[in-house]
């Protein structure tokens, strides 16, 4: 009886210590393992993400833009949903979709892009709204296993594949048309479009809006083919917009043959590559198609620039503006990440972040949570 | 009884242990840590034993002795250069060799120094499991195979019949470790300690004398045989050992100071730290300690003197420490043995042993979890990462992709590879050697524009020089492949020599793909014909493609970026087209049989689809600008044949829209009658020829412009090519009133180089047309009043003349031909005013033809899966010799008892 003590004694003894030695030893060894700096890079990601959270969200749900007028846009509600579907915050994500649902909603299911004071101010929808909350709703579905999640992320898809997206391509013209063609789509394409708004005529698009990871997650939640149509037309749609040289601009236009020009916005100004277009690079980097990452790597040249980065340009790359923002740093930073420089990624993303602490913005701080977590992490999806 | 038999029960701890040693540094042997150069520098300088009986790749510098790499040369002719899939692959096993013999000396040293048989066993259980032994250990070092010598020594000398046989055998073997590897040296206090320590002290003078003196003669041999090859001390033309000892002792980058973060040093020893910190950071206090033990105080001399040169300022090699692991092993665990014995001495004097059983099992619990611990992240590396596959797909991509006869820049880990693949080792050049050996200077006198390729390495990143060959080439180079990323990257770096004969593949501009896309959309797969749209198709894809869908209805399957060039702006240059398969063989040949710039790398049919490569080198073949613009009216083309020793077989030359549409055909007619002017509408064509019956072939791309007059004249080509087209604009600028235009077109071989020129009979007003002009040359035009000249040819010291009518207004040819008594001038009146259509198509392709079938693509390099079942298959039998090992000497005992 002595002996059995004696020996599960022993037991205990070897067990307790060597846990102890084993898990303080792991947590206190000061070695930068490659595990180890993808771990930092996550808990970096995590952080910005809280914070942009933190700031800018109301325990309503409510997204504010608290330097822009103090208004909420679906915009905002996608991005704190996917930070949060990313970070794990799930009763922060339930808070902002629900706000959203109960606020925004529109009948055909899209989001209205605008709120203010108690009401939405404009009902029409904004794409690249649209199409980040439903991603973040199909991967907080898997993440927070919610298939309620999932199943609102599917509907809100299968409303942007109706309604906000248009034919083109050169299978939609008669063959004579195409005589000579330069640019368009070959065959049949399909591309998102700004919003509810512009669905005919040559239609409103902001190539910032194209999400490679979006669109793939929407197509494997839905099955629905329509989604990679718009990947690859987006694509089509991208080099033409590039491919001579220039900054993909803001605004664009695409005619029925699916041939891009570049525009001014909507409520008029020159063509440029802004805020709107810096999204695009980023999107593109976090692609798991490398046909996509080269589209990222071709901006290279022009967006990674030494000294400081303006934060609009003219398309052929020339400085628009002597003022900076997060958001040009990190499309800077998404063109290394594709083009395979990990350093060379952090070092610019944490020149965003640094930017954004000094001169803090809504939309600095979503884009250096989502730059972080979309180029440096798999918080939204394994490729 | 058997001296082996002798180390009783400890033998089958033995055998685990050396089973052990194997296994951990057979498994994954080639995937971590990636070839390096040192391994492949030691590896080459063997092979340049085994193959040309020469000491190095190189000049033999006397950077270190030749013994290390004649015992890896020893290898190489046992097993094979390349066993394990590669040459350094091959030297690796070895070292696993090497590693188990280690192991077993320091059993039997610990042994020998009174250790128990547990603590012998920990001594070799900690050399054999430690993360840096392991990863150093596996890299192909001569400090490994000096250890298993240094140790070899320390065994015999501390044998315990005392003879001097065992000196003059420890003396040999000291003396073949430092000419293994030089740093040995640092060894000779701890020899020189044991040799008097463990000898009978009457013959202790003379047993050093012994030692010393056989030591001696062994170094003397270095000595001699650089005395011999005249290269003992400095001399004009030659290297010296006197040079190759500065070097190594004074003349190295010092490497900074251990307080420097940044420095080499601090590097060197980070390394260290991430590999095994436990190891590392116990070296120091073990030797202090150890000196304070009699039997372990000769090992910790030697183990202090290594800590002291890590510690002073000066260079320090990455792989000193291997020669400290093993003394770690035996002073630490004869240490560890030390504090036990005390421990229980203290514990029964005190009786408070049974007290003591708790926090000492606590204790070595703790110790032992906090090593595991550190050593678990090194050893998710070495047992499961694959670091060296980039440089071996980057050696399977030169394989398929890099001629043979292009030089490369290499790290030395490819150089045995490239060199036993086929290639010339004057175009396999180590990096190292561009910026400092002469001799490869002397082979390279245009410096980096003497080089084709730079295949850089983590290695050569790190050690490029400011200035130098191997600065310009990288700087003139763009990457055609990338494999892995990080600091393991390869990338395959192509040197544009200069601009007006670029090598940079350009993709085909934009809008050519959108042409053709649009053409096939309905007939192909959506995302190829998105790639097509996008500018990163190679020129030679989408000509070959368009006169492809002219005569074909095929199927564009996919437009795939082959492995390693993706993202680095290299042109997707393979081509996946689904065909009926009665029509495969016939394609397959189509493309088989094509020459100059659309000559295919590979062609390969697998089920329904064929699978067309070109070659990644290439020139511009006219798709590299946007389209002229294609509004307008007509443009207007004739051809003139002007090829030597044309038969009477009837050609035609095709033209094909780049957007896949025939734009028709011209009858290809021999002789100074060009083909009339044939209308065609402006825009760009991928032209053909063929022989009635027999497969067409792609020849140039050409651009013509609305309401242009061309003459398309069709030469042989210069190096041997069927045909090298020239395509000259007919219109010259209109000539003033009563002057018209001349140009020269020179077709006639048969003269030489030739001087034309006018001679106007009224005012005898001499015009120079050409000087020492060849066959293939079409001239600007020159304007000349009209009027009657005598133009004359002269060639090879004779001259021909014959009278030339130039009318107002008009341009005129002088197309110089080989005629029966001489150079012979035919003139063509130039630009058309009507011209009917092209002929209905004639491009077609032949039914039937033997089909020249291609790999799809050649690979020099076996399979890593290869490798690791070769290193899989030598821990086998390592194991299985461990184990039959001690079971033998297990038996024996038995069987005596």
Redesign the interface.
């Known amino acids: 009886m002595r002996r059995a003590a004696a020996i599960v004694s022993a037991v205990l003894v070897v067990a307790v210590f060597a846990t102890a030695g084993w898990w303080v030893t792991r947590e206190l060894d000061p070695r930068v393992t490659v595990s180890v700096t993808r771990a930092n890079q996550q808990s970096e990601a995590v952080a910005a993400g809280r914070a942009f959270l933190d700031a800018y969200t109301e325990p309503d749900g409510r997204v504010v833009r608290r330097d822009e007028g103090a208004d909420v846009v679906s915009e905002g509600q996608a991005y704190a949903m996917l930070v949060a579907a990313a970070i794990g915050d799930e009763h922060r994500f339930r808070a902002v979709w629900t706000w959203t649902a109960d606020n925004l909603r529109r009948p055909d299911g899209l989001l209205s892009w605008r709120w203010l004071d108690g009401r939405v101010t404009d009902v029409n929808s904004a794409a690249d709204a649209d199409l980040d909350a439903a991603r973040a709703l199909v991967v907080a579905g898997r993440r927070f296993d919610a298939p309620e999640l999932t199943a609102d992320g599917v509907r809100l898809a299968s409303a942007i594949a109706d309604h906000e997206n248009a034919m083109v391509g050169t299978g939609t013209s008669p063959r004579g048309d195409l005589d000579p063609v330069v640019d368009g789509v070959a065959g049949m394409g399909r591309v998102l479009t700004a919003g509810n708004w512009t669905t005919s005529g040559p239609s409103v698009i902001n190539p910032g809006y194209f999400s490679p990871r979006a669109e793939q997650d929407l197509l494997a939640a839905t099955a629905d083919l329509r989604w990679a149509d718009m990947t690859r037309t987006h694509r089509v749609i991208g080099w033409q917009l590039i491919a001579t040289g220039s900054l993909p601009p803001d605004w664009a236009r695409v005619d029925a043959a699916g041939a891009a020009t570049a525009t001014g916005p909507v409520s008029g100004g020159p063509a440029r590559f802004g805020l709107d277009a810096a999204r695009m690079p980023v999107r593109y980097a976090e692609s798991c198609d490398p046909q996509d990452r080269s589209l990222a790597i071709a901006m290279r040249p022009l967006l990674d620039i030494p000294g400081d980065i303006p934060a609009l340009r003219n398309l052929d790359g020339t400085p628009a503006s002597d003022w900076q923002h997060p958001v040009a740093l990190i499309a800077a930073a998404a063109t290394v990440h594709a083009d395979g420089d990990a350093d060379g990624t952090e070092l610019r993303l944490d020149r965003a972040a640094a930017l954004e602490q000094k001169y803090p913005t809504y939309y600095g701080a979503a884009w250096v949570a989502l730059g972080r977590i979309m180029l440096t992490t798999p918080l939204l999806g394994q490729c | 009884m058997n001296r082996l038999a002798r180390l009783g029960p400890g033998v089958p701890v033995l055998g685990l242990l050396l089973a052990l040693t194997a296994i951990v540094r057979a498994v994954n042997l080639n995937g971590s840590p990636a070839r390096i150069d040192d391994e492949g520098t030691y590896v080459a300088q063997a092979f340049a034993i085994t193959q040309w009986g020469e000491l190095a790749h190189y000049t033999y510098w006397y950077d270190h002795p030749p013994f290390g790499w004649m015992q890896l040369a020893l290898w190489s002719l046992v097993v094979g250069p390349s066993t394990a899939g590669n040459a350094v692959a091959s030297a690796r096993l070895l070292m696993v060799a090497v590693a188990v013999v280690i192991a077993a000396l320091i059993w039997l040293l610990a042994r020998r120094v009174g250790m128990t048989r547990w603590s012998s066993a920990l001594a070799v259980g900690l050399f054999a499991l430690s993360p840096l032994s392991v990863t150093l250990g596996r890299t192909v070092y001569l400090d490994n195979l000096a250890v298993a010598w240094v140790l070899g020594a320390a065994v015999l000398l501390c044998s315990p019949k005392r003879q001097l046989a065992a000196v003059f055998g420890a003396a040999t073997c000291f003396g073949v470790a430092v000419l293994s590897k030089e740093t040995m040296l640092l060894f000779a206090p701890m020899f020189a300690w044991l040799v008097w320590t463990r000898s009978v002290p009457a013959t202790r003078r003379y047993a050093l004398a012994v030692f010393g003196a056989v030591f001696g003669v062994m170094l003397t041999t270095y000595l001699l045989m650089a005395t011999v090859r005249g290269e003992l001390v400095p001399g004009p033309g030659h290297v010296s050992l006197w040079e190759g000892v500065k070097f190594q002792l004074w003349g190295r980058d010092a490497g900074g100071g251990l307080g420097d973060a940044y420095s080499l040093k601090r590097h060197t020893i980070d390394q260290w ?2 590999f095994d ?1 436990v190891v590392t950071l116990l070296a120091a206090p073990v030797a202090a300690a150890g000196l304070l033990v009699d039997r372990l105080r000769p090992f910790a001399i030697g183990l202090m003197v290594v800590v002291v040169m890590v510690i002073r300022p000066g260079y320090l090699p990455v792989p000193l420490v291997i020669s400290a692991i093993p003394l770690v092993a035996v002073i630490g665990a004869g240490l560890i043995e030390v504090a036990v014995h005390a421990l229980l001495e203290w514990g029964i004097a005190s009786s408070a042993l049974r007290w003591l ?2 926090p000492a ?3 070595a ?6 090593t ?3 050593w ?2 090194t050893y998710r590396g070495l047992t499961g990462a694959d670091d060296d596959a980039p440089m071996r797909m980057a050696q399977e991509w030169i394989a398929a992709n890099v001629p043979r006869s292009d030089r490369l820049i290499v790290d030395d880990a490819l150089w045995v590879d490239l060199v036993r693949d086929g290639r010339d080792r004057r175009n396999v050049v180590w990096a190292y050697k561009l910026d400092t050996d002469t001799q490869v200077q002397s082979l390279a006198p245009a410096g980096w524009r003497d080089y084709d390729w730079v295949i850089s390495t983590s290695s050569m990143r790190a050690n490029v020089p400011a200035h130098g060959v191997l600065a310009d080439a990288v700087e003139h180079s763009r990457p055609a492949a ?1 494999f892995g ?2 600091g393991l ?1 390869v990338e395959l770096l192509r040197i544009d020599k200069n601009a007006t004969e670029t090598r940079t593949v350009s993709p085909a501009a ?2 050519y793909g ?2 053709l ?2 053409r ?3 007939s ?1 797969s ?2 190829a ?8 198709v190679d020129q030679r894809v989408v000509a070959a493609l368009a006169v492809l869908a002219a005569a074909e209805p095929v199927v564009l399957e996919d437009i795939p ?1 082959v492995d390693g060039e ?2 680095v702006g290299t042109p997707r240059r393979e081509l996946v087209v689904s065909v009926p398969g009665s029509r495969q063989r016939a394609l397959a040949a189509f493309f088989g049989s094509q020459t100059g710039a659309f000559a295919t790398e590979s062609v390969a049919m697998r089920n329904d689809a064929l699978i067309i490569r070109f070659p990644l080198r290439t020139k511009q073949i006219g798709l590299a600008v946007p ?1 002229p613009s ?1 509004d307008g009216g007509p443009a207007s083309i004739r051809v003139s044949d002007l090829r030597h020793g044309r038969t009477g077989r009837q050609e035609w030359l095709n033209l094909v829209r780049i ?1 896949g549409t025939a734009a028709g055909s011209v009858p290809i007619v021999a002789g100074a009658a060009p083909s009339s002017y044939r209308s065609v509408p402006p ?1 760009v064509y991928v032209v053909t020829t063929n022989a009635i019956g027999h497969a067409p072939t792609i020849r140039q791309v050409l651009s013509v412009e609305s309401g242009t007059s061309y003459t398309l004249a069709l030469f042989s080509g210069p190096d041997g090519s069927e045909m090298a087209a020239q395509l000259a604009p007919d219109s010259a600028a209109a000539p003033a009133p009563g002057a018209g235009t001349v140009r020269l077109i020179e077709a006639a071989d048969g003269a030489g180089p030739a001087d034309v020129w006018m001679t106007a009979l009224d005012t005898g007003t001499r015009t120079t047309l050409a000087t020492n002009v060849g066959y293939g040359l079409v001239t600007g035009y020159a304007a000349l009043p009209a009027g009657i000249y005598s133009a004359t040819v002269r060639a090879k010291g004779r001259e021909w003349s014959q009278q030339i009518r130039v009318n107002d207004g008009q341009a005129t040819t002088l197309l110089l031909m080989d005629g029966p008594a001489g150079p012979l001038l035919h003139p063509l009146v130039d630009g058309a005013t009507e011209a009917p259509p092209l002929d209905p198509s004639a491009l077609s392709l032949p039914d039937h033809a033997d089909p020249v079938v291609m790999p799809a693509s050649a690979s020099a390099v076996s399979d890593s899966g290869g490798s690791a079942r070769v290193a899989l298959a030598s821990a086998f039998l390592a194991v299985i010799g461990a184990l039959a090992f001690a079971g033998g000497i297990a038996l024996r005992r038995r069987r005596r008892s």
Do not use: C, F, K
Request: aromatic share 4%.
């Open positions: 730290l991430m910190p059983r708790g099992l606590g204790a619990a703790l110790a032992v979890s906090i595991l611990a550190l678990w992240p990338r990323s990080g990257r934009p809008g959108d042409v896309a649009a096939l959309a309905g192909a959506p995302d014909l998105g790639i097509l749209q996008s500018p990163t970026a993706y993202g389209a294609a957007d825009g």
